[in-house]
């Protein structure tokens, strides 16, 4: 029960976070840091659709992977919600 008091209290702190975000960058540090905090994960990257193309905009990583390269939709392994 107390880690489950820790976890919503630490998601409510991402959320404020997240919401109170100056600019877009600092927003996808924001999501980065919370992403791998949350998953466990070695990264996490924010990735923007810009027309046909899939546009890695940032990354949060034990190593750098794809930051700043674009690539066709079709061979990005994403689920962009349409």
């Keep these: 029960m107390a880690d489950d ?21 600092i927003l996808m540090t924001l999501v980065g840091v919370a992403a791998r905090e949350l998953t466990h994960a070695d990264g996490a990257t924010f990735v923007l659709k810009e027309g046909d193309q899939c546009f890695y905009a940032h990354e949060n990583s034990v190593a750098p992977l794809w930051k700043g390269q674009r690539f066709p939709l079709c061979s990005c392994n994403l689920w962009l919600g349409y």
Excluded: G
Excluded at 13 to 24: G, H, N, T
């Design 5 to 25: 008091l820790q976890a919503t209290k630490r998601l409510v702190e991402i959320i404020r976070d997240l919401c109170l975000a100056p600019s877009l960058d």
